[in-house]
Nanobody, 124 residues
Framework: QVQLVESGGGLVQAGGSLRLSCAAS????????MGWFRQAPGKEREFVAG????????YSGDSVKGRFTISRDNAKNMVYLQMSSLQPEDTAAYYC?????????????????WGQGTQVTVSS
């Protein structure tokens, strides 16, 4: 089992950058695929990025490709989401999620563990 706590959200102007962090508890963290999702009011939870347990394989959602980068540090039980060129449409609650497996799934329904979320607001 793993517990997840996100941090790093806030208010930023369009074109700016933020780095989200996700701290994970548990000695088996390195066996989990990690993902970032986001959800805006009235919208379905959207896949943002995923990283394999080793950190070698990463995937990004089409709407953030080239702007957001996911990474992990297994020694520190941390996952990061570096966000750049932020736009108002990136405004959402961002969630860290975990599931055991090989390749990061893109559906939120396949993840077992979730953090409480951190809000990102991008002003125009």
């Amino acid at each position: 089992q793993v517990q997840l706590v996100e941090s790093g959200g806030g208010l930023v102007q369009a074109g700016g950058s933020l780095r989200l962090s996700c701290a994970a508890s548990g000695r088996t963290f390195r066996t989990y695929i990690m993902g970032w999702f986001r959800q805006a009011p009235g919208k379905e939870r959207e896949f943002v990025a995923g990283v394999s347990w080793s950190g070698v394989t990463t995937y990004s959602g089409d709407s953030v490709k080239g702007r957001f980068t996911i990474s992990r540090d297994n020694a520190k039980n941390m996952v990061y989401l570096q966000m750049s060129s932020l736009q108002p449409e990136d405004t959402a609650a961002y969630y860290c999620a975990a599931v055991q497996g090989f390749d990061p799934p893109r559906s939120y329904k396949e993840y077992n563990y979730w953090g409480q979320g951190t809000q990102v607001t991008v002003s125009s």
